[in-house]
């Protein structure tokens, strides 16, 4: 399965919608554009689509709209904690600004990722 890359309108969006959090990290993710809290991924573009991360209320609430879906980034394998943005939404920069906040505050929520030791020792190769 290959994958898309993003168009470029959809990267114009994302990051101008993301300027708001200067705490976030940009970081790529599957290698689109993402931004992390804490070292926990928070929202993000997969192809042509936007992905974020919510809170269980708030995950119910985004899903019961139309157009809205859990996020799989394979067919059959969702990524738990995560919703995909409909098109509707991407038409509409305040709603989206706010369902990010929403993201980048539960983000905030969580414990703080420990990066992770290669496990080699200082020197060796």
Known sequence: MKWIKSPP????????????FPE????KMFGYPSIFIQGNLTA???QD?????????????FLKQDGHRVFEPMPGRPMKEYVEVS???????????S???KSVDY???L?????????????SK
Not at 24 to 27: R, S
């Open 9 to 20: 309108a959809l990267i114009s969006l994302f990051e101008s919608a993301i300027r708001a």
């Open 24 to 27: 976030a990290e940009k970081k």
């Open 44 to 46: 993000g573009l997969f």
């Open 49 to 61: 689509r936007i992905m974020m991360r919510l809170s269980e209320k708030d995950r119910e609430q």
């Open 87 to 97: 098109a509707a939404l991407l038409e509409d920069a305040r709603s989206l600004a």
């Open 99 to 101: 369902w990010l906040a």
């Open 107 to 109: 983000a905030k929520s």
């Open 111 to 123: 414990k703080p990722k420990v990066k992770k030791s290669s496990g080699r020792k200082k020197g």
